[in-house]
């Protein structure tokens, strides 16, 4: 008797097992194997070598049977009778096995025909395998020799993906019936499996084979193509077209792969399709982009400093402020700097300097108007998968540029918004940190765009609607507008020619007195920069224009009668000092996006209940500043507040139509209090501005710069200020600091004791 251990395969009674003679005696140890040989089969737990196995490497159950065949092949061929029990087992040091077993009964509640019809079905199912497999000649003899569901298992044993805990399950099993149900589901799963990775591989192959064939025709018509390109050079496709364009792009490897991909969709898509047509548009946008950074050129800080003077009168701390970022750039060899936020009123020349510094660096200008905009799309760009997608407005200026480095003006960040398409402003952080900008990525582009070397300049109204974290990725250079002398200065040098050349009218047949632009400047405009001056000289133009054109010879010269004559819109109203004094109106100030104004603070006592009446639009934070003038006037003037008790204060600010909010409103409504509450007249000469505190202390305030020129331009000759605003005075122009006195102050006391409402005595 041969005991031959087995791992990985199934056996079964009633099967013929085929063995390779070497590995039989290999796994018996022993070199006797005959015909007619009794052969009792195991199962080992773990794939061991004969030398190391155990007495506990075995399943208790095995199979017995004999050998039946030895061929000339090199196989034995063993036939399985029964199953039986393992009731011991003893290996020797010679590695001989020898076993002590009992027949195991099965469960015989499967019939013979049955079974017969269910191992036909298997047979016809496993040549249907061989033959999608390409094996049936090799396995057809395997495939004869299975008289059993047993045996189809059995046969297919070695390709069966299955555990050895699930083949041993099978050998377990009593029931016949039971064993060939699970014998099938198994078969039948692997069998499916088979047919199905079979059709799979044959059309894969198909598939590989069209491939090819495609391959090779597109190289036999590329070579075809090129021949005939040769001969007729206009007439390249835009496939080859765009090839090269890639091939000489510069672009990043990130770009270059996204572009080529495009490009294999283009060549697979007809002329008619709609995504031919986008994907056209894509690589003509990509391939005309400029990729290739532009060398850094040493910049004559002489020569920039001529040009922004030649385009701009005045504005001497913005041009230094540029002309320090020139010097750094030259010394860094950077493309660019810091980014420049221009903040002012209307027509100050934010916007038309950054085509000035862009003349001066000798690049490319571009303009993206922000106001208005809520969709962050209009920066980022619109993923290619919506219909008429595009890129967003930044990437688009650099391409309407045509290099890599412009000067871009980021204009009216003030003005954007948010929406449920999210928030623009959002979108410039990563546009405006020079951290990030250097793989900036366009949705519509889909790959990382170098914007380090772009001069972003940003222009904006007011500062109050720009959120914070993009206003801390800017530095802020604030236009102060210009004083008269500088508006004189401008429309010299500037509008009149500019309008004398727009409207055709020669220099020999037309001059304008400074008398007529003083005129237009002080009773026809009404602001902190030049855009109102610009129109109504321009207006002036076309109506002598009429004469001009009538009379060629004659010349004109504009004088201020003139420009009351011809000019039809009333004279702009402008506030000034009162003519009559009064106790309880006091002068202030007041700064507004289109520069500074005088406002007056009037106040007034009425038989009442002690109730504080307010009107003229205040916002919220001048009504408190009310409030707090009130309480301090009540500390510094116990007596007369004694009348407050039985009288109703009424404070009233002019321009009832004006919304009017800030907290630097606080000292006149002090002193207008004061003033009422004692009888004592302000000066309407004197003006003032300044926060207050409940302590009494004055406290500072923005816009100095504006409100100085407003008092300078109604005629007021003394101001009063913050302490702490002092250092604010280096931003005032010359003349108006030469026209006004400035009195700083820290306390309010001493503010009503300098204007007379406040006595010294009583301090």
């Given at each position: 008797?041969?005991?031959?251990?087995?791992?990985?395969?199934?056996?079964?009674?009633?099967?013929?097992?085929?063995?390779?003679?070497?590995?039989?005696?290999?796994?018996?140890?022993?070199?006797?194997?005959?015909?007619?040989?009794?052969?009792?089969?195991?199962?080992?737990?773990?794939?061991?070598?004969?030398?190391?196995?155990?007495?506990?490497?075995?399943?208790?159950?095995?199979?017995?049977?004999?050998?039946?065949?030895?061929?000339?092949?090199?196989?034995?061929?063993?036939?399985?009778?029964?199953?039986?029990?393992?009731?011991?087992?003893?290996?020797?040091?010679?590695?001989?096995?020898?076993?002590?077993?009992?027949?195991?009964?099965?469960?015989?509640?499967?019939?013979?025909?049955?079974?017969?019809?269910?191992?036909?079905?298997?047979?016809?199912?496993?040549?249907?395998?061989?033959?999608?497999?390409?094996?049936?000649?090799?396995?057809?003899?395997?495939?004869?020799?299975?008289?059993?569901?047993?045996?189809?298992?059995?046969?297919?044993s070695p390709i069966l993906q299955i555990s050895n805990e699930e083949r041993y399950a099978l050998l377990a099993e009593d029931s016949r019936a039971k064993?060939?149900?699970?014998?099938?589901?198994?078969?039948?799963?692997?069998?499916?499996?088979?047919?199905?990775?079979?059709?799979?591989?044959?059309?894969?192959?198909?598939?590989?084979?069209?491939?090819?064939?495609?391959?090779?025709?597109?190289?036999?018509?590329?070579?075809?193509?090129?021949?005939?390109?040769?001969?007729?050079?206009?007439?390249?496709?835009?496939?080859?077209?765009?090839?090269?364009?890639?091939?000489?792009?510069?672009?990043?490897?990130?770009?270059?792969?996204?572009?080529?991909?495009?490009?294999?969709?283009?060549?697979?898509?007809?002329?008619?399709?709609?995504?031919?047509?986008?994907?056209?548009?894509?690589?003509?946008?990509?391939?005309?982009?400029?990729?290739?950074?532009?060398?850094?050129?040493?910049?004559?800080?002489?020569?920039?400093?001529?040009?922004?003077?030649?385009?701009?009168?005045?504005?001497?701390?913005?041009?230094?402020?540029?002309?320090?970022?020139?010097?750094?750039?030259?010394?860094?060899?950077?493309?660019?700097?810091?980014?420049?936020?221009?903040?002012?009123?209307?027509?100050?020349?934010?916007?038309?300097?950054?085509?000035?510094?862009?003349?001066?660096?000798?690049?490319?200008?571009?303009?993206?108007?922000?106001?208005?905009?809520?969709?962050?799309?209009?920066?980022?760009?619109?993923?290619?998968?919506?219909?008429?997608?595009?890129?967003?407005?930044?990437?688009?200026?650099?391409?309407?540029?045509?290099?890599?480095?412009?000067?871009?003006?980021?204009?009216?960040?003030?003005?954007?918004?948010?929406?449920?398409?999210?928030?623009?402003?959002?979108?410039?952080?990563?546009?405006?940190?020079?951290?990030?900008?250097?793989?900036?990525?366009?949705?519509?582009?889909?790959?990382?765009?170098?914007?380090?070397?772009?001069?972003?300049?940003?222009?904006?109204?007011?500062?109050?609607?720009?959120?914070?974290?993009?206003?801390?990725?800017?530095?802020?250079?604030?236009?102060?507008?210009?004083?008269?002398?500088?508006?004189?200065?401008?429309?010299?040098?500037?509008?009149?020619?500019?309008?004398?050349?727009?409207?055709?009218?020669?220099?020999?047949?037309?001059?304008?007195?400074?008398?007529?632009?003083?005129?237009?400047?002080?009773?026809?405009?009404?602001?902190?920069?030049?855009?109102?001056?610009?129109?109504?000289?321009?207006?002036?133009?076309?109506?002598?224009?009429?004469?001009?054109?009538?009379?060629?010879?004659?010349?004109?010269?504009?004088?201020?009668?003139?420009?009351?004559?011809?000019?039809?819109?009333?004279?702009?109203?402008?506030?000034?000092?009162?003519?009559?004094?009064?106790?309880?109106?006091?002068?202030?100030?007041?700064?507004?996006?289109?520069?500074?104004?005088?406002?007056?603070?009037?106040?007034?006592?009425?038989?009442?209940?002690?109730?504080?009446?307010?009107?003229?639009?205040?916002?919220?934070?001048?009504?408190?500043?009310?409030?707090?003038?009130?309480?301090?006037?009540?500390?510094?003037?116990?007596?007369?507040?004694?009348?407050?008790?039985?009288?109703?204060?009424?404070?009233?600010?002019?321009?009832?139509?004006?919304?009017?909010?800030?907290?630097?409103?606080?000292?006149?409504?002090?002193?207008?209090?004061?003033?009422?509450?004692?009888?004592?007249?302000?000066?309407?000469?004197?003006?003032?501005?300044?926060?207050?505190?409940?302590?009494?202390?004055?406290?500072?305030?923005?816009?100095?710069?504006?409100?100085?020129?407003?008092?300078?331009?109604?005629?007021?000759?003394?101001?009063?200020?913050?302490?702490?605003?002092?250092?604010?005075?280096?931003?005032?122009?010359?003349?108006?600091?030469?026209?006004?006195?400035?009195?700083?102050?820290?306390?309010?006391?001493?503010?009503?004791?300098?204007?007379?409402?406040?006595?010294?005595?009583?301090?």
């Amino acid at each position: 008797m041969i005991v031959v251990p087995t791992y990985n395969m199934i056996l079964s009674a009633d099967a013929s097992l085929i063995f390779p003679l070497d590995q039989m005696r290999r796994n018996a140890g022993t070199n006797g194997v005959a015909v007619g040989e009794k052969v009792i089969m195991l199962v080992a737990k773990t794939n061991k070598s004969f030398s190391e196995l155990s007495e506990n490497d075995f399943y208790p159950i095995g199979v017995a049977g004999n050998i039946t065949e030895l061929n000339q092949q090199g196989y034995v061929v063993i036939r399985t009778q029964y199953r039986v029990n393992l009731e011991d087992a003893r290996i020797y040091p010679d590695h001989t096995i020898k076993v002590m077993t009992s027949r195991r009964r099965d469960e015989e509640d499967l019939p013979p025909q049955e079974e017969a019809e269910k191992v036909k079905s298997l047979k016809q199912e496993m040549r249907r395998l061989a033959e999608a497999m390409n094996v049936a000649e090799n396995a057809s003899y395997f495939i004869d020799q299975v008289d059993s569901v047993g045996g189809a298992a059995c046969a297919m044993s070695p390709i069966l993906q299955i555990s050895n805990e699930e083949r041993y399950a099978l050998l377990a099993e009593d029931s016949r019936a039971k064993r060939a149900e699970m014998i099938e589901k198994i078969l039948y799963e692997f069998m499916e499996v088979g047919r199905i990775t079979s059709e799979a591989n044959s059309s894969q192959q198909q598939e590989y084979q069209q491939r090819y064939r495609e391959a090779a025709i597109r190289r036999q018509m590329e070579h075809l193509q090129k021949e005939l390109d040769d001969m007729h050079p206009e007439n390249v496709t835009d496939v080859q077209k765009f090839a090269q364009r890639i091939a000489e792009s510069g672009m990043n490897e990130t770009a270059r792969k996204e572009a080529e991909k495009v490009l294999n969709r283009l060549r697979q898509e007809s002329r008619e399709s709609v995504e031919s047509g986008m994907l056209y548009d894509y690589l003509d946008f990509v391939t005309t982009l400029s990729w290739k950074k532009e060398a850094a050129e040493r910049i004559d800080l002489d020569e920039a400093r001529r040009v922004l003077d030649e385009d701009h009168y005045g504005l001497k701390k913005v041009k230094d402020r540029i002309i320090q970022q020139i010097a750094v750039m030259n010394l860094k060899q950077q493309q660019s700097g810091s980014i420049l936020c221009f903040v002012g009123a209307p027509g100050t020349g934010k916007t038309s300097i950054g085509k000035s510094i862009a003349r001066a660096l000798g690049r490319q200008y571009v303009r993206v108007s922000l106001g208005g905009v809520h969709d962050e799309s209009d920066i980022r760009g619109h993923r290619r998968t919506y219909i008429g997608s595009m890129p967003g407005r930044i990437m688009d200026g650099i391409h309407k540029s045509g290099v890599s480095n412009p000067v871009m003006v980021l204009d009216e960040v003030d003005k954007l918004s948010a929406s449920y398409n999210g928030s623009p402003a959002s979108a410039l952080l990563e546009v405006l940190d020079p951290e990030q900008n250097n793989t900036f990525t366009d949705h519509y582009m889909n790959v990382p765009y170098d914007l380090s070397d772009v001069l972003f300049i940003c222009t904006a109204n007011s500062l109050d609607t720009v959120p914070q974290p993009l206003l801390d990725r800017m530095e802020v250079i604030q236009f102060q507008g210009y004083t008269p002398l500088e508006k004189l200065q401008i429309a010299r040098e500037h509008l009149v020619p500019k309008s004398m050349e727009a409207m055709g009218i020669e220099k020999e047949q037309m001059s304008v007195t400074d008398e007529a632009l003083e005129t237009l400047i002080a009773d026809y405009t009404m602001e902190a920069g030049v855009r109102g001056l610009r129109k109504r000289i321009d207006n002036l133009c076309r109506i002598l224009a009429v004469k001009v054109a009538s009379n060629p010879e004659e010349r004109v010269t504009v004088t201020p009668e003139l420009v009351r004559e011809e000019i039809e819109d009333r004279p702009v109203r402008h506030d000034s000092i009162l003519p009559s004094p009064k106790a309880g109106v006091v002068t202030g100030l007041a700064w507004t996006p289109v520069g500074g104004d005088i406002l007056y603070i009037e106040t007034a006592l009425l038989p009442g209940k002690g109730e504080l009446i307010i009107t003229g639009q205040l916002g919220d934070v001048m009504k408190e500043s009310a409030r707090i003038a009130l309480s301090l006037v009540e500390n510094l003037f116990p007596e007369e507040a004694k009348k407050l008790k039985t009288h109703n204060v009424h404070i009233h600010v002019p321009a009832g139509a004006v919304p009017k909010d800030g907290p630097s409103a606080g000292v006149t409504l002090t002193t207008a209090l004061s003033s009422l509450l004692t009888g004592r007249i302000v000066d309407p000469h004197i003006a003032m501005t300044g926060e207050v505190a409940l302590r009494g202390a004055v406290t500072p305030i923005g816009g100095l710069p504006e409100k100085l020129m407003a008092a300078q331009r109604a005629g007021v000759t003394k101001v009063f200020i913050p302490q702490e605003n002092l250092h604010d005075l280096k931003d005032v122009a010359q003349e108006v600091k030469d026209k006004i006195e400035i009195v700083p102050v820290s306390q309010v006391t001493e503010l009503l004791e300098a204007v007379g409402v406040l006595r010294p005595a009583a301090i």
